[in-house]
């Protein structure tokens, strides 16, 4: 008898301690859902690499800022001015395959391949963390927004900043854990220096929230983390910092250029911007008039709400700190846009995006693991919600890729008349989108005004005596007095450029 309470008293204690295992381990219950992360994320990756691959990487010609970036290392034409806001980093990441074939499509499925297998590691970091649910759910969120499809394949930073931010807080929560594990050290590291390189702003404020939370740690992790947070900032900063006081006059001078060019960093209430932006724009400067597609901009208002339901969902498990960390990292990676720059452009969010999926998958694995009554509906709700939002997402790419499409399309029409009317190597292109045309005509592209000014009208003026010259205007524009006769041109009008033309200097002879 004594023997039966025994054990009918250790089943009890069992099922307390269960219960309460329960309650801080997994937000779908007591077992691990997906226990094993690799297929799950491993099909994440792949399917995001075949969206690019079959959405993207076909006729989207180089965009304006890709060009200036490609050039720096391409055969194909004279390098572009590079401006002071802009670094190196993706360039040397292009390098490999820019700097030995000219086929745009080429380039774009290496990205495609590269952040495919970016997106994986940054995820596979995390699997000691979090439940592989939650990595796959998140990654195929993050994955499945048109701007970060739109933006894999493309020689862009934003999505470089991403996945090293990504990695960088996933390393950073398992170091603290564990100081004397050297791979996810060396992942810290690697995670900041990467965005340090593609762009040394952003990484700033990558390292402040977990400089802050370096600082709560016990004393030898706190300054083994800080030293690795610092020290990788730093040399990933290196090559801007050093260009910046050989080819900008200082690193004061270059910060003071960079802002104004970016419309004067000050205090600016962006939301509203990037909220029009989603609805297809990759840029939006000046970001004015209606929200022309409310449906696409939801999920963007609901992000807040979404991402504060998986904090409070973690907040009494195990998973507290890597959720909480990963919206801190997230929030603060968006506020410079939101509030700091006077306009808006999608990509400039992708690293807040990478970090605020986690908690907002998190809160929807939760909301599909309620009591079984409830479980259903749940889960029938929330699928047709990410049904909506895939379509509104399918929808949006198409449309962007369709007019990048066209763009390119028409560059190529332009750049072959231009060549028919003997423009042809060397040549110098100046005046609206000089730079993308003159690219593919392996033509200088060089302005003697605005952001770009690298050059003088004397300096065109004179280089049109020598060689061929064509000033590119559209619309209203005027020709400058020193093209005033040279040989007019009409071209093919680009998508958004009515009335575009040339003024040709009489170096060039069809």
Not at 297 to 307: E, G, H, I, K, S
């Amino acid at each position: 008898m004594q023997e039966s309470r025994s054990v009918s008293l250790a089943r009890h204690q069992d099922g307390v301690l269960q219960a309460a295992r329960g309650r801080g381990t997994d937000p779908a219950g007591t077992k691990e859902t997906l226990a094993r992360p690799l297929p799950w994320l491993l099909a994440v990756a792949a399917a995001f690499t075949l969206a690019q691959l079959a959405l993207v990487v076909r006729g989207v010609g180089l965009g304006w800022d890709e060009t200036v970036y490609v050039s720096q290392v391409g055969p194909q034409a004279p390098a572009a001015f590079f401006s002071a806001p802009r670094a190196r980093g993706i360039t040397f990441l292009v390098a490999p395959v820019a700097a030995w074939t000219t086929s745009t499509e080429a380039l774009r499925g290496y990205l495609a391949l590269l952040s495919g297998a970016g997106l994986f590691v940054a995820l596979w970091v995390w699997r000691k963390l979090l439940p592989a649910a939650v990595l796959a759910v998140a990654g195929a969120l993050f994955a499945s927004l048109w701007i970060t499809v739109f933006y894999g394949p493309q020689a862009m930073p934003n999505l470089w900043v991403a996945l090293g931010a990504l990695t960088a807080v996933g390393c950073f929560l398992r170091t603290a854990r564990d100081p004397g594990d050297r791979r996810a050290l060396t992942g810290l590291g690697a995670g900041v220096a990467l965005a340090a390189l593609m762009r040394p702003t952003d990484a700033v404020w990558l390292a402040l929230p977990l400089t802050v939370a370096a600082l709560r740690a016990r004393n030898r992790r706190r300054t083994l983390l800080l030293a690795v947070i610092v020290g990788s900032a730093a040399l990933g900063c290196a090559e801007w910092i050093i260009e910046a006081y050989v080819a900008h006059g200082g690193l004061g001078t270059r910060l003071r250029r960079a802002s104004e060019i970016q419309g004067h960093l000050g205090w600016y209430f962006s939301v509203d911007d990037h909220a029009r932006a989603l609805g297809g724009r990759t840029l939006c400067r000046p970001c004015d008039g209606s929200l022309r597609h409310p449906v696409s901009a939801l999920w963007f208002l609901a992000l807040p709400l979404v991402v504060a339901v998986g904090v409070r969902g973690a907040a009494r498990t195990r998973h507290r700190a890597p959720v909480l960390l990963a919206a801190a990292v997230g929030a603060t990676l968006a506020v410079p846009y939101l509030f700091t720059v006077g306009y808006a452009a999608p990509r400039f969010l992708l690293p807040a995006y990478a970090l605020l999926a986690l908690p907002t998958a998190y809160g929807l694995v939760r909301a599909c693991a309620l009591p079984r009554r409830r479980r259903p509906a749940v889960i029938a709700l929330v699928t047709a919600g990410l049904a909506v939002h895939l379509a509104v997402q399918y929808l949006a790419l198409d449309g962007v890729t369709g007019r990048a499409r066209a763009t390119a399309a028409a560059n190529a029409r332009v750049a072959a008349e231009l060549r028919a009317q003997g423009v042809r190597p060397p040549c110098v292109l100046t005046g609206d989108d000089a730079i993308r045309v003159a690219f593919l005509m392996g033509c200088a592209s060089r302005q003697p005004t605005g952001h770009d000014a690298s050059t003088t009208p004397e300096a065109l003026a004179d280089a049109g005596a020598r060689q061929p010259v064509a000033i590119l205007l559209s619309g209203g524009q005027r020709v400058p007095s020193y093209g005033r006769f040279w040989r007019p041109l009409d071209l093919p009008d680009p998508p958004a450029r009515p009335g575009y033309r040339a003024y040709v200097s009489p170096a060039a002879s069809p």
